[in-house]
């Protein structure tokens, strides 16, 4: 039998959920107390006890709750029925062997299957249809963060989001779009057509918001090199010495200056340029004439 129960796991997986925190910290460490508690679920012996299940979770969490880890050990103990459904439960892990052997993602396969028992091919229909929400959704959002940002932080929340569709693309067999599953929508009223055109829409218009974040936010790096330049340049100026120091000093604003002018007029960046540029020349054409 395997060391760790569904239903115990389910529990703790609760709990852990409950004691991260919404950050990308939160998130590894709940990843890292996962890989350990899958790890257990993949082990043959005997069932985790208390003591090693809060092994596996407190040093990563230390507030976990002990009434949580009790009630886990609790379903965690070995049950009579377990040895009556033994074999069944052999049965059904040989089945689901079949089953992902039968959808692996390889033409030959796939396509003999879908001649044959295109029932069998649910499994990779319902991915399909899964990436294919998903991708879509993630762009969709993606877009709508695009036309809303305010920000160089809302740039990198489009970032994250098209990439969140490319993988969820990635993820889609284009080479069995095509193929229709009669079997599959019949079942479960399909959504979406399974159609190369559709995922070529999602994939353009996820292609265009990748092109449109990009700009963004290398104009977002010009303007924030520039104002670096500019703002270290006058630093250079009210300190220097000798008028040779003073002319490069006044030479770096003019090339900031012009830096962030160029800065392309349909970008975000370019409207925080514009609050920013006047204050700039004027303190530069000041400076400049005195020179």
């Not at 990843?31 to 679920?41: D, H, N, Y």
């Not at 609790?74 to 959808?103: C, D, E, H, W």
């Not at 692996?104 to 028992?117: C, E, G, N, V």
């Amino acid at each position: 039998m395997y060391r760790l129960h569904n239903k115990a796991f389910e529990i703790l997986r609760a709990e852990i959920e409950t004691c991260s925190s919404n950050d990308k910290q939160g998130a590894k460490k709940q990843q890292i107390v996962l890989k350990r508690l899958e790890q257990l679920q993949l082990e043959l012996g005997k069932r985790a006890k208390l003591d090693e299940l809060r092994d596996a979770v407190v040093d990563v969490f230390p507030i976990f709750s002990e009434t949580v880890l009790k009630e886990a050990a609790k379903a965690n103990r070995k049950t009579n029925i377990f040895g009556k459904f033994k074999y069944l439960t052999i049965g059904l892990t040989s089945l689901v062997g079949v089953m992902v052997v039968l959808n692996l993602p390889h033409p030959k396969i796939r396509w003999f299957i879908a001649r044959t028992a295109p029932v069998l091919l649910i499994p990779s229909h319902m991915n399909m249809d899964f990436h294919y929400w998903g991708a879509k959704n993630s762009v969709q959002q993606a877009e709508s963060l695009l036309k809303s940002a305010s920000s160089f932080t809302d740039i990198k929340q489009v970032e994250e989001k098209t990439e969140e569709a490319e993988r969820h693309l990635s993820s889609i067999p284009v080479w069995f779009i095509g193929y229709y599953p009669e079997s599959y929508c019949q079942r479960f009223s399909c959504s979406w057509n399974f159609s190369f055109e559709e995922f070529e829409k999602v994939r353009t218009l996820t292609t265009q918001v990748e092109t449109k974040t990009f700009t963004e936010k290398q104009a977002f790096v010009l303007l924030v090199e520039a104002e670096q330049a500019y703002n270290g340049a006058r630093r250079e100026l009210s300190i220097a010495k000798t008028q040779k120091q003073k002319e490069l000093a006044i030479v770096s604003m003019e090339a900031a200056i012009k830096t962030i002018e160029g800065i392309p007029p349909e970008t975000l960046a370019h409207l925080q340029a514009q609050r920013k540029i006047t204050k700039f020349k004027r303190y530069y054409e000041k400076v400049a004439q005195k020179k």
